[in-house]
């Protein structure tokens, strides 16, 4: 069973960066792809950026140039940089997995995943 556990979390004023971890337990050496997602208060989840099977990346366009998502294959972690932090980025972000060959675009675009973190939540303050 794939196992998700987000950190980085917390709270910095705008402008300033956090880094986001997720190791990934459980895995098998069939390709996954990932992806980051939030949730703002009152709203649905949305997906923020992804890397699939050949390390393809995607985001959403109100990260793009903000955020970078990477992979350590040795160490089953992904990662999210975020930089550049502005209010509206407050929300829970959650890692997510999906046994598949998919690519990134239609993870960002809300594809199905399999496994799902717990979250960790990110305010950004003015």
């Known amino acids: 069973q794939v196992q998700l556990v987000e950190s980085g979390g917390g709270s910095v004023q705008a402008g300033g960066s956090l880094r986001l971890s997720c190791a990934a337990s459980?895995?098998?050496?069939?390709?996954?792809?990932f992806g980051w997602f939030l949730q703002a208060p009152g709203k649905e989840r949305e997906g923020v950026a992804a890397?699939?099977?050949?390390?393809?990346?995607s985001y959403a366009d109100s990260v793009k140039g903000r955020f970078t998502i990477s992979k350590d294959n040795a160490n089953n972690t992904l990662y999210l940089q975020m930089n550049s932090l502005k209010v509206e980025d407050t929300a829970i972000y959650y890692c997510a997995a999906a046994h598949s060959t998919i690519p990134s675009p239609a993870v960002v675009a809300g594809y199905g995943m399999d496994y799902w973190g717990k979250g960790t939540l990110v305010s950004i303050s003015s």
């Open positions: 890397i699939d099977s050949i390390g393809s990346t």
């Open positions: 459980g895995l098998t050496n069939s390709p996954y792809a």
